[in-house]
Protein backbone atom coordinates (compact mmCIF):
# COMPACT_ATOMS: atom_id res chain seq x y z
CA UNK A 1 0.00 0.00 0.00
CA UNK A 2 2.97 2.64 -0.09
CA UNK A 3 3.40 3.29 3.80
CA UNK A 4 5.65 1.78 6.53
CA UNK A 5 5.94 2.50 10.19
CA UNK A 6 9.39 2.74 9.90
CA UNK A 7 10.21 6.34 9.17
CA UNK A 8 13.36 7.41 6.71
CA UNK A 9 13.15 3.90 5.33
CA UNK A 10 13.29 3.68 1.24
CA UNK A 11 10.52 1.23 0.47
CA UNK A 12 11.15 -1.08 -2.90
CA UNK A 13 7.81 -2.96 -3.39
CA UNK A 14 7.32 -6.16 -4.65
CA UNK A 15 3.95 -7.64 -6.68
CA UNK A 16 1.29 -6.36 -8.81
CA UNK A 17 -0.07 -2.73 -8.28
CA UNK A 18 1.85 -2.33 -5.03
CA UNK A 19 3.14 0.96 -4.35
CA UNK A 20 7.01 2.13 -3.11
CA UNK A 21 8.83 4.70 -1.98
CA UNK A 22 12.11 5.40 -3.41
CA UNK A 23 14.09 9.38 -3.16
CA UNK A 24 11.14 11.11 -2.33
CA UNK A 25 9.03 9.48 -5.27
CA UNK A 26 6.08 7.00 -4.83
CA UNK A 27 5.98 4.49 -7.94
CA UNK A 28 3.12 2.35 -8.34
CA UNK A 29 3.83 -1.28 -10.45
CA UNK A 30 1.15 -2.57 -13.01
CA UNK A 31 -2.05 -4.01 -11.65
CA UNK A 32 -2.48 -6.67 -14.07
CA UNK A 33 -0.83 -9.51 -13.64
CA UNK A 34 -0.12 -10.24 -17.20
CA UNK A 35 1.06 -7.28 -17.49
CA UNK A 36 3.08 -7.11 -14.45
CA UNK A 37 5.23 -10.33 -15.34
CA UNK A 38 5.75 -9.27 -19.32
CA UNK A 39 7.55 -6.32 -17.88
CA UNK A 40 9.57 -8.69 -15.84
CA UNK A 41 10.20 -11.53 -18.15
CA UNK A 42 11.55 -9.20 -20.66
CA UNK A 43 13.62 -7.61 -18.75
CA UNK A 44 11.99 -4.11 -17.77
CA UNK A 45 10.59 -2.27 -14.89
CA UNK A 46 7.18 -3.33 -13.42
CA UNK A 47 6.69 0.57 -12.47
CA UNK A 48 3.44 1.97 -14.28
CA UNK A 49 3.60 5.69 -12.88
CA UNK A 50 5.44 7.34 -9.99
CA UNK A 51 5.15 10.77 -8.69
CA UNK A 52 7.64 12.98 -7.01
CA UNK A 53 6.92 14.56 -3.82
CA UNK A 54 6.56 18.37 -2.92
CA UNK A 55 7.14 19.78 0.46
CA UNK A 56 3.37 19.59 0.60
CA UNK A 57 3.22 15.92 -0.81
CA UNK A 58 5.60 15.06 2.50
CA UNK A 59 3.96 16.95 5.20
CA UNK A 60 0.22 15.18 4.00
CA UNK A 61 2.11 11.84 3.89
CA UNK A 62 3.24 12.06 6.85
CA UNK A 63 -0.35 13.02 8.27
CA UNK A 64 -1.53 9.85 6.32
CA UNK A 65 0.73 7.69 7.72
CA UNK A 66 0.23 8.62 11.34
CA UNK A 67 -3.14 7.83 10.55
CA UNK A 68 -3.33 4.78 8.48
CA UNK A 69 0.37 3.19 10.58
CA UNK A 70 -0.48 4.32 14.45
CA UNK A 71 -4.21 5.04 14.47
CA UNK A 72 -3.04 8.24 16.23
CA UNK A 73 -1.35 11.76 14.88
CA UNK A 74 0.26 14.14 17.46
CA UNK A 75 -0.41 17.44 15.62
CA UNK A 76 2.20 19.16 17.55
CA UNK A 77 5.08 17.13 16.27
CA UNK A 78 3.39 17.84 12.78
CA UNK A 79 3.57 21.76 13.75
CA UNK A 80 6.80 21.39 15.07
CA UNK A 81 8.67 19.65 11.83
CA UNK A 82 6.99 21.12 9.05
CA UNK A 83 6.90 24.70 10.86
CA UNK A 84 2.89 25.37 10.41
CA UNK A 85 -0.43 26.16 12.43
CA UNK A 86 -1.85 22.46 12.17
CA UNK A 87 -5.54 23.75 12.69
CA UNK A 88 -5.30 26.77 10.42
CA UNK A 89 -3.26 24.85 7.26
CA UNK A 90 -5.81 21.60 7.66
CA UNK A 91 -8.51 23.56 8.73
CA UNK A 92 -10.62 22.20 5.97
CA UNK A 93 -9.59 18.85 6.37
CA UNK A 94 -10.97 19.13 10.15
CA UNK A 95 -13.83 20.36 9.75
CA UNK A 96 -14.42 17.30 7.07
CA UNK A 97 -13.88 15.03 10.11
CA UNK A 98 -16.55 16.50 12.27
CA UNK A 99 -19.41 14.25 10.70
CA UNK A 100 -17.03 11.39 11.23
CA UNK A 101 -16.44 12.36 14.55
CA UNK A 102 -20.49 12.33 15.16
CA UNK A 103 -20.20 9.08 13.64
CA UNK A 104 -17.99 7.52 16.48
CA UNK A 105 -14.97 7.13 14.01
CA UNK A 106 -12.86 9.35 15.08
CA UNK A 107 -11.98 11.56 18.45
CA UNK A 108 -10.98 15.62 17.54
CA UNK A 109 -8.27 16.34 20.60
CA UNK A 110 -6.56 20.06 20.89
CA UNK A 111 -3.32 18.73 19.72
CA UNK A 112 -4.09 15.22 18.55
CA UNK A 113 -6.31 13.07 16.19
CA UNK A 114 -7.23 9.41 17.28
CA UNK A 115 -8.77 6.78 15.65
CA UNK A 116 -11.82 4.73 17.80
CA UNK A 117 -12.18 1.30 17.21
CA UNK A 118 -14.90 1.43 14.67
CA UNK A 119 -12.41 4.31 13.27
CA UNK A 120 -9.68 1.06 12.40
CA UNK A 121 -11.69 -0.01 9.94
CA UNK A 122 -12.78 3.00 8.72
CA UNK A 123 -9.00 4.49 8.46
CA UNK A 124 -8.19 4.99 4.89
CA UNK A 125 -12.06 7.24 4.75
CA UNK A 126 -10.71 9.66 7.48
CA UNK A 127 -6.63 9.73 5.91
CA UNK A 128 -7.95 10.80 2.58
CA UNK A 129 -9.10 13.74 4.10
CA UNK A 130 -5.73 14.81 3.99
CA UNK A 131 -4.78 13.94 -0.24
CA UNK A 132 -4.97 17.04 -2.00
CA UNK A 133 -4.62 15.03 -5.06
CA UNK A 134 -8.28 13.28 -4.16
CA UNK A 135 -9.66 16.24 -3.20
CA UNK A 136 -8.81 17.87 -6.80
CA UNK A 137 -10.65 15.25 -8.63
CA UNK A 138 -13.29 15.04 -6.33
CA UNK A 139 -13.23 18.94 -7.18
CA UNK A 140 -12.89 18.20 -10.78
CA UNK A 141 -16.14 15.35 -10.75
CA UNK A 142 -13.73 12.55 -10.83
CA UNK A 143 -14.36 9.77 -8.14
CA UNK A 144 -11.43 7.54 -8.34
CA UNK A 145 -9.88 7.90 -11.51
CA UNK A 146 -6.37 8.27 -11.87
CA UNK A 147 -5.60 7.17 -8.10
CA UNK A 148 -3.21 4.77 -6.58
CA UNK A 149 -6.42 3.48 -3.91
CA UNK A 150 -9.53 3.82 -3.17
CA UNK A 151 -11.41 3.54 -0.31
CA UNK A 152 -15.37 1.88 0.64
Same mark, same amino acid.
Given at each position: ????? #??????? $?????? !????????? +?????? !?????? @???????? *?????? $???? #??? &?????? !??????????? =??? #?? &? !???? %????? %???? @? =??? %???? *??? *????? =??? /?? *?? +???? #????? +??? $????? &???????????? $?? /? @?
Amino acid at each position: MGYTT #RAGTEMV $SFGVSS !IGEVDGCFV +QNKPVE !IDYLTA @LEGGGLAA *LRGHKM $SGED #RLR &RDVILG !IMCNGYLDKQQ =IQE #RY &R !IDFD %QHFAA %QLKA @L =IPM %QDDG *LVL *LHAHA =IEL /TS *LG +QMFM #RNVAV +QFD $SYFAA &RQDQGKTGEGTF $SK /T @L
